[in-house]
């Protein structure tokens, strides 16, 4: 079993570390074949079957497959990539680093936990401005948008010619589309989306490239601006989260890159541990704000996030998500001309609901739960169309002009369908004077009336959501909401995933708030029983809680976040059913819509745990061998050549003691990563230099916490022939301790391991204490449960 | 420095490991003096300052300290307890248990998920089920003693004579607090208390003996019943978590050992791996029965325990929750005969807030912040004069009797000074129909009118916070309120700590309410500005929030516990503020009441992480070594020995390769626990009777099981001198691959590891693999920061 499981190993690499024969071939003829064969699917197999399979001849039928390849590979989810990294969240701790941390006083530490304090509390402040500046802009230049259409189409529903509205409203949403499709697309293409699997990757220890950036944050606010303000089915929600975390990864780090200033504060916190701390902080802090519930931030970062769960972290989450909440309330206040006024505690509020005592009965649940049901598979539904939808825009329209363009047919067509909709509906009710609707359209209607069709789609979406829970009785008629929880499902499902940054979450609530008032409006109809029936509204909220779980799939969390946007828990219950429900449905037929896209970046990422069946992998079979690794004194032309050898491009390298006569591999004594050699080959550590000139400055850890986190490439770095001869002590620099696990353990307990501590590298040894192996992320991620059992994941270069 | 820590290291030993001389000769003579030095308070010492001490003249100075030694520790905080040991929650991975997992299928799997459903679903239904009884059962006999009380004092009212009204209360107080005193005192004094230390330290990893047995659990609840209904200053919600603890340490284990019961369900989870995580789930549900609050108990359970945060466990406790609130509601709502009413969800009742937007105003902020500030020092007030009566009891009151007669001496105090408040107060209030009081007594009062003070004292201490919360404006004067804050201060302070069991939430909360209430009144008297000021109900919250935090210090779930007993988050946002100043200033006096009463207890508790200034230490100088190890193949009379040497009384052994040439020490190969040398000593494992008697049954994993949790003590099993003779292979039954750290690991990493992964012993390692120490969480929870920097506790065999 080993011995065969070796013989597929070279399938196995990985950035960090790939090591062995099989990937030194990727360079040349035979590995280009070789290569193909990741990409040839047939490979995917049972690991149980493996002993009866020849592989040497499927590689060599494989071989021929590699000009069909495109064809063969319709999307990635088979795959696991081996562009991205993973976050350090193992403090290496080195010689530097220890006399550092034993220098500093007890005050030193204690001045430390308020700077986190102090960068928690800014994390949250400038999250609930941003939320407070998008809220602001996009009520203006929405409210401007509707006004004009507004006019347009009352002085055309006089004279006739509607169409000419019709071609304005398309006009103005394309163009606002247009300008944030351009800057996502041809900027920062990392911007797109909510945002939400990036920053669930991030928090998962993935490095994703370029998402915590400043030039990111300034794409997204103003594309999330622009696409809402251009009418897409979006809410600005989702992205809030995103925008959290790349504020907390700025201000932690005391510095713009982006912008070359430094602060030369929090100069401690550049690393990966704090950050990733930082950017769960910033997290919780966009979902606070982004629906007024900071309870709900907290657990949202950590159930996305946190493997390892610290009190004192939990609390500056909080503080984060508390400051970020109330700033955006008072400054609204502010704003809306009420200060001290907190009624505003984020960008979606569900208005208040009646805090009846017997809000609702026993009896009610049962049917709770079947709208969950129904949720969860109208969320699967809404899945696996856009998983669809997905594949085919990975496969046909990857060019950004392509993706422009693409967004501004979505956005012409919402406006048409809204149009359409709206003209041939005629559902007219009372204008009501208390009622949420800011931009009433008479259209067809007798005075003193509105259409009530227009209210839903003549509306940002956070106001039609709201519409949709509190509006009276009898404000929608039947059929107007059938047709446009038909309509604005598939628009949801068609906007998703455009080249734009917009969210899910408000989408999602509409179109299940619309099907919910439905539900509750044909239950009223059929029972006839008056009272305890009568609200829709509430049927409207079990909607909307049961689509958007069985498209997001959350629980706890989005429990929290629910019944903290109502503003009572009164309908905590009901909501925790209908959620778990939702998704207990939902998974039996597909994942959730962030899953699905981290599938298709063939993200390796990490789940809760190992997967049940893995108990007869050990790390033998798991980890990549043999290693790199280097001696304690090493000379620097051997290390320059490995950091320069492009087919590997490993991250970690095991520390050896000397071989004693160079037959035998040494005993592990350290750990080195690829970041710290590079700063010790660019402040050229030698061993010769520091004998020759003695007052050689010793290098500091703020050496390393400069150049963090864009370390340069090795190919900057220039070293000179004599200079190849000299050596390189790395007995300071290397992490002395690394994590280890013998041969024997099983895959379960190695990914406990890695997991519990946020690993990057685990050093597999031998009984003698020799490093065999390296363990990292993708050995463990390849591994999943699919139909058939274990199944495993390709590894690919993309 | 390693030296000189090697030289103390022997009063460093610890329960799991305990090795080398110095544990050894604590038997013998010198060894009892050197043991008293563990008690002789002169020896805590700063770890940097220890190399310029002369230890060994330090020890013969203190060999005079034997006869002394009570008067030197009037408590025990200096010191952890040997007696303590840990759970294990890192699976043993030995052969026989991968063997099993390789052999269950992913249905099988699937199987022990929906189990493990089941399971949190019946811990949430029992628990339920319990709280609405003991709810049932209180509300049923303080209704009895209350009207027998009024109806005496109505009679004497008119003919005078009253003292006979104080008689009869005070003596049908001390006959409920009689029996509920000596059900704990005598049979079970782990019931003692609210149970939520014992809990905290049970999550925490800490077997503490006793505390999950049915024994417990039922006098427990009778002893809730007794005290709350015995009219002490104490509420029913804290023993509740230790209910549903119980529950779930006896369900999940499908037999329950008191009542020789087995009934062959859930095998697989009796292990402490499993039973850890369920009761969790059990606590989750107390929590949850007690204040109606789902979400709130899985932070709890969380924040409490958890150090390793597990999506599908969490969603499993989460279950639970929901479950445990669910039933209780559910029951009640048929109790009250109104059933499918749904507005009972808890034990307290914190009654409906006004759901008004606009309930508090910015500038109430600062306000809020200064109760909370007030109630931190209130609350650490409370904490230090409890810990001074804490240790007056465990020198003095020590005895079962003395207990019984203490806590009849308080029921009788309380009864009197509630009498005597009523007696003298002359606060008469107009009745109003509507209003929580269910006895008003009239007392010296008008026709139609009742006394105010009455309301407070003469109720279960629940309904008196309902009414402090919702009764309108002018209730009650302020000097009531005062003199109520001062005399239930006192004695709830008085009563937290008796041989009862019983809980000082609701406690806290009234004082809190009482003195919130009366800061509100104060607040409009001063301002006289009407409106806002006008309901003294809100400062009756934030008091009761401020208190509470003051005194117990949990800030995320207690805020989340908060908002949902009132229903309502519009106050979240201030409870949390309030909670956390709360902390913040409380911390600055003194610790939590439950950290206080854990370290009262010398629990090796450990916390989130290791102190700041701990990087100087290593695992070299932490860990208990030399380690007693065990060969593969090891003579039955060498483990005996071993395990019946009760100076160490060791639980866990490294297993090593075989000696070459005995003279250097083995490479590591695995670790053994007491626990499975014992079942393997019982069912005689021996090499030369599976020779002998081919047909002899393979031990299973069941043997294990069936042995969980109370494996028989080494002396009850019997070895002849012919078996010692005969040879035990360990190979298949060892874990192959327990963790291990280098020796130059240092204390943080260590800790990390330790906490992270749960564990129990964590093997030290050289260069060469070869075990040079173990380290378990004594040895870790030593060390702590003090005001003089890193401090290290003793360790104390009681």
Redo the contacts between chains.
């Keep these: 079993m080993a011995n065969i499981t070796k013989k597929v190993s070279w399938s196995s690499r990985d950035d960090d570390l790939a090591q062995g024969e099989g990937t030194a071939l990727l360079n040349g003829a035979t590995g280009a074949a070789r290569y193909t064969r990741q990409f040839s699917g047939g490979s995917i197999f049972r690991i149980g079957r493996l002993s009866t399979v020849d592989l040497e001849e499927e590689i060599t039928t494989e071989e021929e497959a590699i000009l069909s390849r495109p064809k063969e590979i319709p999307h990635n989810e088979k795959l696991l990539s081996l562009k991205y990294e993973s976050l350090d969240y193992d403090?290496s701790?080195n010689q530097l680093f220890?006399e550092e941390?034993?220098r500093?006083?007890?005050m030193g530490?204690r001045c430390l936990e308020i700077n986190r304090w102090v960068v928690c509390g800014l994390i949250g402040f400038l999250t609930g401005l941003i939320a407070c500046f998008i809220d602001i802009v996009v009520e203006n230049l929405a409210g401007v948008k509707y006004q004009l259409v507004k006019q347009n189409i009352e002085k055309f529903t006089e004279v006739g010619g509607l169409s000419i509205s019709l071609i304005l409203w398309a006009l103005l949403n394309s163009v606002f589309v247009m300008v944030g499709s351009v800057i996502v697309a041809f900027f920062e293409p990392i911007a797109a989306g909510s945002g939400i699997p990036q920053i669930k990757c991030y928090l998962n220890g993935v490095k994703i490239p370029r998402v915590v950036r400043l030039k990111t944050l300034v794409v997204k606010v103003c594309g999330v601006i622009c696409s809402v303000v251009g009418g897409l089915a979006v809410g600005k929600e989702g992205p809030m989260i995103h925008s959290g975390a790349v504020v907390a990864a700025g201000v932690s780090q005391g510095r713009s890159t982006s912008l070359k200033r430094d602060f030369k504060i929090f100069e401690y916190f550049r690393r990966d541990t704090e950050k990733r701390d930082f950017v769960s902080a910033g997290a919780a802090a966009g979902v606070s704000a982004a629906f007024g519930a900071?309870?709900g931030g907290?657990l949202f970062s950590?159930?996305e996030g946190?493997?390892?769960?610290?009190?004192?972290l939990?609390?500056r989450i909080?503080?984060a998500s508390?400051m970020s909440?109330?700033t955006l309330n008072?400054f609204l206040?502010i704003y809306h001309k009420k200060?001290?006024?907190?009624?505003n505690?984020g960008l979606i509020n569900f208005g208040?609901f009646?805090?009846d005592?017997?809000a609702?009965?026993?009896?009610e649940i049962p049917i709770f739960i079947a709208m969950g049901a129904l949720g969860g598979v109208l969320g699967a539904l809404f899945n696996v169309l856009n998983y669809w939808l997905t594949i085919f825009r990975i496969r046909y329209i990857h060019r950004p002009c392509l993706q422009v363009m693409e967004a501004m047919l979505v956005a012409a067509v919402t406006a048409t369908v809204s149009f359409a909709m709206i003209y041939f509906s005629n559902d007219c009710q009372p204008l009501v004077q208390d009622q949420a609707e800011e931009y009433p359209l008479q259209l067809f209607c007798a005075d003193g009336e509105y259409n009530s069709m227009a209210s839903a789609f003549f509306n940002t979406p956070e106001r039609s959501v709201r519409s949709l829970f509190h509006n009276t009785p009898g404000s929608y008629n039947p059929l107007t909401l059938g047709m446009f929880t038909l309509s604005y499902f598939f628009l949801a499902c068609w906007t998703y995933g455009l080249t734009v940054s917009a969210g899910v979450f408000i989408p999602s609530l509409l179109i299940g708030a619309a099907w919910g008032r439905l539900f509750g409006i044909l239950l009223a109809t059929i029972t006839s029983s008056g009272s305890i029936w009568a609200d829709p509204g509430k049927y409207a909220l079990i909607g909307a809680a049961a689509q958007l779980g069985g498209i997001v799939r959350m629980?706890?969390s989005l429990?929290?976040i629910m019944?903290?946007a109502t503003?009572?828990?009164?309908y905590?219950?009901p909501i925790?059913?209908v959620l778990?429900t939702a998704k207990i449905v939902g998974d039996y037929f597909v994942e959730g819509l962030y899953d699905i896209h981290i599938k298709l970046q063939s993200v390796p990422f990490l789940h809760?745990?190992a997967p049940?069946?893995s108990?007869?992998l050990t790390a033998r079979e798991v980890m990549s061998s043999p290693v790199t690794s280097f001696n304690r004194i090493e000379k620097v032309g051997t290390i320059v050549d490995v950091l320069s050898n492009t087919s590997t491009n490993h991250n970690g390298f095991p520390v050896v003691?000397e071989y004693i006569d160079n037959t035998e591999p040494g005993?592990l004594?350290g750990l080195i990563l690829r970041s710290q050699l590079i700063v010790l080959l660019k402040h050229k550590v030698f061993v010769e230099r520091a004998r020759s000139c003695l007052n050689q400055r010793k290098l500091q850890l703020k050496d390393f916490r400069d150049a963090y986190p864009r370390f340069p490439p090795i190919q900057s770095i220039h070293v000179s022939q004599d200079e190849r001869e000299c050596m390189m002590d790395l007995t300071e620099f290397m992490n002395?301790?690394p994590?280890?696990?013998?041969q024997?353990?099983?895959l379960p307990?190695v990914f406990?391991?890695f997991r519990?501590?946020g690993l990057r590298h685990l050093v597999v040894?031998d009984?003698?204490?020799r490093a065999v192996g390296l363990v990292t992320r993708k050995d463990l991620a390849r591994y999943h449960?699919g139909k058939h059992?274990l199944e495993e994941l390709q590894l690919a270069q993309t």
């Design positions: 403090n701790e220890l941390e034993k500093m006083s007890y530490f900071p309870v907290v950590l159930e946190a493997s390892f769960w610290n009190q004192m939990t609390w909080f503080f508390m909440t109330f008072f206040s200060p001290g006024d907190l009624s505690p208040r009646e805090s005592s017997v609702y009965n026993l009896y629980t706890l429990t929290v019944v903290e503003g009572n828990v009164t905590g219950l925790m059913l778990m809760w745990e049940a069946t108990h007869s003691n005993k004594c002395p301790t994590y280890t696990v013998p024997e353990t099983s307990r406990k391991l519990a501590l040894v009984n003698e204490n449960l059992g």
